[in-house]
């Protein structure tokens, strides 16, 4: 049984560990250098609380591994844009095509829907077949790309934007709610 729970700074040394091979080998994050367990539980920190970090498990409740984490971000610092996300995806290779990420990506779309927010952007670099199809089994559309956005392993890149619209854009739009208020949704 996968287990979906709000990450806790336990979870750090784990999110790290999957997220490390992506930033080592391959082209899905365009960081260089991993970052440690202590980064990845600053990372969790600066969202105050605001912005839900959530993990798939092996197994219901605190005990199973975390094979997978999903969180979104502030998409950009002014102010216009808090209604809107940048959200990101990363399962462990031994996770891979097993359910747990669309599972994990539902409750995180679901969460985001539930604290108000109006869209969630996903930035995928290309070609990444297996993201795109995750991204728009949960409901993201292709909207744009960026043209050789990152150098890597010896090549440009470019990144896929896709867009999921979370709630109807009202006028003028609600602030959206804390994560620390709602924790994990799931519908």
């Known amino acids: ?3 979906i729970r709000a ?12 997220y490390a091979p992506n930033v080592l080998t391959g082209t899905a994050s365009f960081e260089i250098e991993p970052p440690d367990a202590a980064t990845m539980a600053a990372r969790m920190a600066s969202s105050e609380g605001y912005y839900p970090w959530i993990v798939a498990t092996n197994g219901d409740g605190a005990d199973g591994g975390v094979i997978g984490y999903a969180y979104a971000s502030k998409f950009r610092d002014r102010p216009a844009y808090r209604y809107v996300v940048e959200s990101s995806i990363y399962m ?8 747990a990420g669309r599972l994990l990506y539902e409750a995180l779309v679901d969460t985001l829907r539930a604290q108000g927010f109006v869209h969630a952007f996903g930035m995928i670099t290309l070609p990444n077949d297996s993201s795109i199809a995750l991204h728009e089994a949960v409901g993201f559309r292709r909207t744009g790309v960026f ?9 440009w890149i470019d990144v896929g934007i896709w867009q999921c619209e979370l709630n109807e854009p009202a006028r003028p739009p609600e602030e959206p709610k804390p994560f620390h208020e709602l924790g994990v949704v799931r519908v």
């Open 1 to 3: 049984m996968i287990g």
């Open 7 to 18: 990450a806790t700074p336990d979870d750090a040394a784990a999110i790290a560990a999957i």
């Open 92 to 99: 462990a290779d031994t996770a891979q095509r097993r359910g």
């Open 147 to 155: 043209r050789e956005a990152g150098y890597k392993h010896g090549q």
